[in-house]
């Protein structure tokens, strides 16, 4: 299920079975193949825990006509072929993409997918991190059956104007025929619909068909009130119903007034959680069901977001976000990368490919408010400020509907605090440094007050402190003792709350992650254990610390 909603009524669509044949090619792997999952990594093979090399998946497959693969994610670099023939190559574990293989004969063929997880070379963006970069096909692998034409985008960006809700509509048809031909669409979204009869499309190419649609009555969708609305698009061929493409979406409004963040038009306090897409032995292939109780237990402790560091995350966690009513901030695929790191010939082409598949991927989504880009990289030098700048340009051009920012560094010297709309900072009192969490965010303030963040919404997108579960500290003073984090943790969200030029406070973090074995002298376990539960989603004392505050 690649999912949580119907998005084909029309296109056959199938899932392939869910055992696949995994062979590794490395020093380090398995003397033969095995059968595995998809989605899945193969970090969760006995013997395969910390490979890092070449695989390939195989399956074999009973199919024809013209077909579309489409890939949820694969990690972190893959190539796609039908028997013999290369379909498609894509580079990034976070992001879809599809490939087509057009007129193909009726009858057994092999889908084989060559996946690596390796380091350097063309890889900009995974690098050894403070989270573990996979291998694998981490998400679910869809077959879709095509015609001549079929729909590939359906946008809807709900907006307002005075009391009435109105949608903006766009439909995206692409040809795959030889010859010209003459279309209808149809679309709806929420009670509104509108038609386009007899549109030209050419021969191979794309059209995109743009409406705004009234639509009286709606309720818009809030965390509290999780109001959702179908949307549909129908493409018609010869007075046939040919293609479908179908989604969710929420009539809610983003804007930034002055030091506000509003929803809606009311202003809102953030109170959330980091979270890497990760859970115990299933790594970056989180099921459904863990899914679905990571958003429970986060709407539990009183969160209304929840930013998904460091990636843009699976389609279907979004999905629970969007039904349960919990707020995201999205953001693209980078994290504490230095100058030189930012430097790589590869950077700037796989970091706008990322953002642009995130935002074209998930516009729908009601959760998603805010969109952001390279958390922690270089922003003190030239160079690094102008990178950061034209990522923001590029969010701002994708999709203008909602807010945008990036998680910056707790250091002065920051040249980018004029360019986003929102400010946010991490920030680590009590745990890197002895500072008094008031304190130091007043004298943060100040500064960015004083160097072009003056009169912006602040949120302090990452603050929080280690616990290794089950160590205690009958006096609550050990550092990686449950009793000192909860401890610190109560002081930093309590200063936080009180400070009037704060908008939010996003902690790190929601659950323990595994780490890149070279961060090992300072990650126990080799895992960042900042999280307010484990691995298995086993609370620590900060757990109900947190809970208390944030529902007070």
Not at 308 to 318: A, E, G, K, V
Not at 397 to 412: F, K, V
Not at 441 to 451: D, G, Q, S, Y
Request: hydrophobic share 40%.
């Amino acid at each position: 299920m690649d999912r949580i909603v119907t998005t084909h009524r029309l296109r056959k669509v199938c899932e392939p079975s869910p055992i696949w044949t995994l062979t590794t090619l490395d020093e380090g792997g398995l003397p033969a193949p095995v059968n595995t999952l998809v989605p899945g990594v193969w970090e969760s093979i006995p013997g395969l825990k910390t490979y890092r090399g070449h695989a390939v998946y195989e399956k074999k497959l009973t199919c024809g006509g013209t077909l579309r693969f489409v890939f949820g994610g694969v990690s972190f670099r893959a190539k796609v072929f039908l028997d013999d023939t290369l379909l498609a190559q894509h580079y990034g574990a976070y992001t879809a993409f599809d490939c087509l293989a057009e007129d193909v004969p009726f009858g057994q063929h092999t889908l084989r997918v060559e996946v690596d997880n390796l380091f350097g070379g063309d890889s900009a963006l995974h690098v050894p991190n403070d989270y573990y970069s996979y291998g694998g096909i981490n998400r679910p692998v869809t077959i879709e059956q095509l015609g001549s034409a079929y729909i590939t985008q359906l946008h809807v960006t709900p907006k307002r104007r005075g009391r009435m809700w109105l949608a903006d509509v766009s439909v995206t048809v692409r040809s795959l025929s030889d010859e010209e031909q003459v279309i209808d669409v149809e679309a709806k979204a929420g009670p509104g619909s509108i038609s386009w009869k007899h549109r030209t499309l050419p021969a191979k190419a794309d059209i995109t068909l743009t409406a705004t649609i009234a639509a009286p009555g709606v309720s818009p969708w809030t965390p509290d009130q999780p109001r959702l609305y179908n949307a549909e698009a129908i493409l018609w061929l010869d007075g046939e119903p040919a293609d479908d493409l179908c989604d969710r979406f929420g009539f809610r409004e983003v804007k930034v007034d002055g030091a506000q963040l509003l929803l809606n038009g009311e202003p809102i306090f953030i109170k959330g959680v980091n979270r890497h897409e990760e859970y115990a032995n299933f790594g970056c292939a989180v099921p459904v069901e863990a899914m679905m109780q990571d958003v429970q237990l986060m709407k539990d402790l009183g969160c209304n977001l929840v930013r998904t560091c460091h990636y843009p995350n699976d389609p279907r966690f979004l999905d629970l976000c969007d039904q349960l009513g919990l707020m995201v901030w999205e953001e693209g695929h980078a994290r504490g990368l230095s100058l030189e790191n930012m430097q790589h010939p590869n950077f700037m082409e796989q970091t706008m490919t990322c953002l642009t598949e995130m935002v074209a991927q998930h516009w729908n989504h009601p959760s998603i408010v805010l969109w952001g880009c390279l958390n922690e990289c270089d922003d003190v030098s030239d160079e690094g400020a102008s990178i950061y700048r034209q990522c923001f340009q590029k969010l701002h051009e994708l999709d203008a509907s909602r807010a945008m920012t990036a998680a910056l560094l707790d250091r002065t010297g920051s040249q980018v605090l004029a360019d986003p709309d929102v400010v946010s900072m991490n920030l680590y009192p009590l745990w890197y440094h002895e500072s008094d969490p008031a304190a130091h965010m007043a004298k943060i303030k100040t500064w960015v007050n004083e160097h072009g963040g003056a009169g912006k919404p602040f949120i302090i997108s990452e603050i929080g402190a280690g616990a290794i579960t089950g160590y205690h500290d009958p006096f609550g003073q050990a550092k990686w003792s449950e009793e000192r984090q909860a401890a610190i943790l109560r002081r930093q969200i309590t200063a936080a709350m009180e400070n009037p030029e704060v908008t939010g406070i996003i902690l790190w973090q929601f659950a323990d992650v595994r780490v890149d074995e070279s961060w090992f002298y300072n990650r126990p376990k080799c895992y960042n254990n900042k999280g307010l539960v484990d691995e298995y989603r086993r609370p620590k004392l900060s757990y109900a610390t947190v809970k208390e505050l944030y529902t007070k």
